[in-house]
């Protein structure tokens, strides 16, 4: 995998800024340029802190797993996952503790664990985007994000509201490309990379 002069340098401002706030992003295997994020919301768990995005599927059938990291069986009532200011409203599905559920863009046809379909996020561009999980269906409500992530490019709608809600890092995004058909978190490392045809 060819590195561009953008994964280069960004691979370089993280190391500088984070090398005094907490672990450098590292590389996988393949050499993939990849971006270690903050991880769930902690605290108090309210409504939609059960949950982590864990993996997205690109392009128009995408799709969001939204994992149950908990002990504890959890709902998805009353959550919403955002593009942008496009938010779709999550079905009342009870998620067994450990287990992941995929919202489809599309149909869904081909995935496993579907709990909602047809999402109206738009489409989930391999190039760039962002999803959020929230608690509001106002995506700029301050308090109401427990959950992000953005790729390819920064800022975004959201980028802000993650950052000051300490979901995501200044200047960080997952890497990209225009050819990608999924993003995914390491759970060993945090660090999310992608996958090429």
């Not at 939609?48 to 995005?53: E, N, S, T, V």
């Not at 561009?125 to 999803?131: L, Q, V």
């Not at 427990?146 to 490019?153: H, I, K, P």
């Given at each position: 995998m060819k590195y561009t002069l953008t994964y280069i340098i960004l691979g370089f401002?993280?190391?500088?800024?984070?090398s005094c706030?907490?672990?450098s992003p590292t590389e996988n295997v393949a050499n993939a340029p990849s971006i270690s994020t903050p991880g769930p919301a902690k605290g108090s768990l309210g409504t939609?802190?059960?949950?982590?995005?864990n993996e997205v599927g690109l392009g128009a059938n995408g799709f969001v797993a939204l994992t149950n990291?908990?002990?504890?069986?959890?709902?998805l009532a009353g959550l919403y996952l955002c593009q942008g200011f496009n938010c779709f409203e999550l079905p009342d599905v009870t998620v067994a503790a450990g287990e992941t559920v995929r919202i489809a863009v599309g149909d869904g046809a081909g995935l496993e664990d579907v709990v909602a379909s047809h999402a109206t996020l738009g489409d989930l561009?391999?190039?760039?985007?962002?999803?959020a999980m929230l608690n509001s269906q106002n995506p700029k409500d301050p308090k109401a994000m427990?959950?992000?992530?953005?790729?390819?490019?920064t800022p975004h709608d959201l980028t802000q509201i993650a950052i000051d809600n300490g979901l995501w890092v200044q200047g960080g995004y997952g890497p990209s490309s225009d050819i990608a058909t999924r993003l995914f978190r390491v759970p060993e490392t945090g660090l999310w990379l992608f996958d090429e045809p």
């Open positions: 401002y993280l190391l500088i800024t984070t706030t907490g672990p939609g802190a059960y949950f982590a995005i990291f908990t002990d504890q069986p959890a709902n561009r391999p190039s760039d985007g962002e999803i427990f959950a992000y992530l953005q790729w390819g490019s």
